[in-house]
């Protein structure tokens, strides 16, 4: 298996443009995250999905951030409009057993809003 | 809010020492998990303890779950400069996992 993959690597972007981050997760894995990870804050957990239903959204900033989980291999992490402060690298990780299971996170998506 | 405490924030040793990184909460979990991130990656799972007390040893990594299942400990011995990472402790509730602050080790050769 190719592992959780997500895309892109780097963005840079200007304050108050849309930015969508896409995730791939493990195959057959049940569970997906959503993290941000700053030098500031660390790795902030911002939403789950369980069989592609968001089951936790309390870590999402604010209304300019969505997700969606349309299907069990694909999600997205959307920004609109993007801020300078929401600079950061953003880490999607799947699991296949919540109870003692192991996250596998994909390398990170590093969003730079100029 | 955090839910996990680690200490040392930064930690910066010479090759052949020994360290000790604390994972410290006041909730308690079902399992808790520590990862190791290196620069440009995701983290990467090293243990995960599961019972009060349980200690876990990996080559010259030795991992203690607290009695109470809020805390833990990461202990290496004779460093290696390819220990060099950030440690991140992950307590999980069931449903969730909450990342801890992390420590960021430099072991120098």
């Known amino acids: 298996d190719a592992g959780v993959i997500q895309s892109p690597r780097h963005e840079v972007t200007e304050m108050g443009q849309e930015v969508t981050l896409r995730c791939k997760p493990i195959?057959?894995?049940?569970?997906l995250f959503w993290y941000r990870q700053t030098m500031m804050r660390g790795l902030e957990l911002l939403i789950y999905f369980n069989n592609n239903v968001p089951i936790d959204d309390s870590g999402m900033p604010e209304d300019r951030f969505s997700a969606k989980m349309p299907n069990a291999s694909f999600s997205t992490l959307k920004i609109q409009p993007s801020e300078p402060r929401d600079s950061a690298v953003y880490f999607c990780?799947?699991?296949?057993?919540?109870?003692?299971?192991?996250?596998?996170f994909g390398e990170g998506s590093r969003l730079t809003v100029l | 809010t955090q839910l996990l405490e680690q200490s040392p924030q930064f930690l910066s040793i010479q090759e052949g020492e020994n360290l000790t990184v604390y994972c410290n909460s006041s909730s308690v979990f079902s399992s808790l998990q520590w990862y190791r991130q290196e620069p440009g990656e995701g983290p990467v799972l090293l243990v995960t303890?599961?019972?009060?007390?349980e200690v876990k040893k990996l080559k010259r990594l030795t991992f203690q779950f607290g009695d109470a299942r809020k805390d833990s400990s990461l202990h290496i011995t004779a460093a290696q400069p390819g220990d060099t990472g950030l440690y991140l402790c992950a307590g999980d509730t069931g449903n969730q996992f909450y990342f801890g602050t992390g420590t960021s080790l430099t072991v120098i050769p």
């Open positions: 303890v599961v019972t009060g007390g």
């Open positions: 195959s057959g894995h049940n569970s």
């Open positions: 990780a799947s699991v296949q057993d919540l109870v003692t299971g192991e996250l596998f």
